[in-house]
Structure formats: C-alpha cells, structure tokens
C-alpha cells in the first residue's frame, strides 16, 4: 500500500503553509512532528481531502486522491484534533450515528460498533452518555469513530493533548497494535508518543519537510550535539541565553542541565546519549507564530 504527496503546497492568501512538501507512506506509523503552525493539521486536511492543496497531488495506491473520489474517502479515517462528540449521545449511539453517515448498513454497524467499543476499552461504558466521559475516553471514542469503516489510512491529529500519561500509553499501545496492515499517520508535538511506535518521523518546519527518517537515523544527525553539565544556580542564565537547554534537573550538588550545542558548552560537560527530546528541541528552539 501506498499513499504519495507529490510537490504539495497550500497557501492561504498570504500564508503558505505548506511548501512543496513530497513523500510516501506505507504500512506502519509515522510521527508527525512540527512546532505549532508548522502546517501539520493543513497538510493532514488536504490528505484527508477536506482541503484542497494550491499546487502538487496526492497519490493513493498510485492514483489521484482526487480522481478517486468517494473510493479514497471509504478507506480513510479521520481524528481531527478537535472531535465534536454529542454529549447527550451514550457512546454506543453516537457510534451507530457516525456510522449511518458513513453509510454502514445497520446490522454490521452494530457488531463494528460492538467490536470498536471492546478495541477501546469501553464496552462497559457504552450505555454512558459522552458528556460524562473523560478527555481520554472522549479520545477513545474518537478512535473508534475513525475506525469505523475499517480504513487502511488512518490520520489521527494531535490525539494525546489534555490526555493523562495513562490515557497517553493506553492510546499509543493502540494504534500501534491496529498499525500492521494499515498507514497509521499521527501528528503531535509531544515526542514520547512516537518516539516508540513510528517506523519513520517527518519533520516539518515552516511548512517544509526538513526531515523523514526512522528515528534511529534522526537521532544520529545529534549524536555528538548533546551534553549534561552540572552547574552552580547562579550560572543557569548564562547557559540559557547561549545554548538550547533542555531539562533542568535540582541535584544536591548543584543544577543538572541538558544542553544542546555543537561544541562542548563547558569544561565540566558530559557528552549524552540523544533522544527525540533532544531532536525536537535541536529543531524547533522556539514555537512558530501564528
Ligand atoms: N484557514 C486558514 N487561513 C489562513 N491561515 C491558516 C489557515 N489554516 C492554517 N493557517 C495558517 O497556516 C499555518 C499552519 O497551520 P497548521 O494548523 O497547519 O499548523 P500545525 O502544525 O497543525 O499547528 P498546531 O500544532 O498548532 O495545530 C499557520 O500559520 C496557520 O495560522
């Protein structure tokens, strides 16, 4: 299986938020990494066809996504960062009323329905109205919804913000468990939930692909670039305003920094082992404005 951007470009009057933008995706998950505004929600929009992108295609299995029409739409699901759920709904119906929009004859919605609600977990919460769940099952929900015809492209954008890290695991252990046979494409800016699951990371910066790899190659572009120096209180400052810190540690003989910098910060450093912490922080020093 294979889904292509080909030279894709959005620009929205006077913002391009996607720069011509190519790769390919095949089974497995991806890690979607950018700063905000990095152009990844623009850029999963136009691949989930809700946007159209201003120059370039994509390409499903080799095929115009535009052309294809409704046969690219049945086989993709779609978590939008933001899920408008109904809150009166009781999860089992609100999962039959997406599936009747999706045109899924009742009887088999009814055991996908069944069968979702046991993948996420809530089978014995299914006759609870949605406005009482938690963020984590809210996300649930929102899972099986995208799931529900089954699709062998999955687009899940920010899904674990306002997730606690229980949610977050649980979440992440399931989508990599339905990734085997399918494009799993997940976008975040919280780096420990790919940093374990995706086969490849893209990273897009300013509307660019800077960046696709699997994470083992990324973080060889830093392996000699971080470091782990402990300094007195009073010098922090001086480490922030010249190099990229990362975690700050109190330790009982002073201030633990994680730094990242091409050339040894201090005397005192430590080269350290990178991990996609590190990468992010390597790339993206500061948010993008808006
Ligand atoms: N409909 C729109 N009209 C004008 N500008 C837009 C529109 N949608 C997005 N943008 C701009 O395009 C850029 C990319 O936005 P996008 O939402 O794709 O980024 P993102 O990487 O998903 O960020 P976030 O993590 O905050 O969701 C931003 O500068 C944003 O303000």
């Known amino acids: 299986m294979k889904l292509s951007v080909e030279n894709v470009s959005k620009q929205f009057k006077d913002k391009l938020a996607v720069n011509n933008v190519s790769f390919d995706l095949t089974e497995g998950v991806y890690g979607f990494l950018g700063a905000n505004g990095a152009g990844k929600t623009t850029l999963m929009r136009m691949l989930v066809t809700l946007l159209k992108p201003s120059s370039g295609r994509i390409l499903f299995e080799g095929k115009d996504i535009d052309v294809l029409d409704d046969k690219y739409r049945d086989v993709i699901g779609y978590l939008p960062q933001y899920i408008g759920l109904y809150k009166n709904f009781t999860a089992e119906k609100y999962l039959m009323y997406i599936a009747s929009l999706k ?14 609600l046991e993948v996420v977990n809530l089978s ?45 695991i649980r ?37 660019q692909l800077i960046h696709k790899n699997s994470p083992e190659i990324l973080l060889e572009h830093i392996k000699d670039k971080v470091w782990t120096v402990t300094v007195n209180e009073n010098e922090v400052p001086n480490f922030q305003s010249v190099y990229k810190v990362g975690n700050i540690v109190r330790q009982n003989d002073g201030v633990g920094l994680r730094i990242i910098a091409e050339e040894k910060p201090d005397a005192r450093a430590l080269q350290a082992a990178p991990n996609l912490e590190d990468l992010y922080l390597y790339y993206f020093d500061q948010e993008e404005i808006k």
Not at 105 to 111: D, G, T, V
Not at 126 to 138: D, F, L
Not at 184 to 203: G, Q, R, W, Y
């Open 103 to 116: 045109g899924i004859e009742k009887e088999q919605a009814k055991k996908k329905v069944d069968e979702l």
């Open 171 to 207: 979440f992440r252990n399931l989508l990599s468990s339905i990734s085997k046979d399918r494009i799993v494409l997940l976008s975040t800016h919280i780096v420990s939930d790919i940093e374990f699951i995706a086969k490849e990371i893209i990273v897009l910066k300013s509307g």
């Open 124 to 168: 014995e919460h299914s006759k609870r109205k949605v406005g009482k769940y938690s963020g984590g099952m809210k996300q649930r929900i929102g899972i099986a919804q995208a799931l529900l015809n089954d699709p062998k492209v999955l687009i899940v954008d920010e899904p674990t913000s306002g997730l606690d890290p229980k949610e977050r």
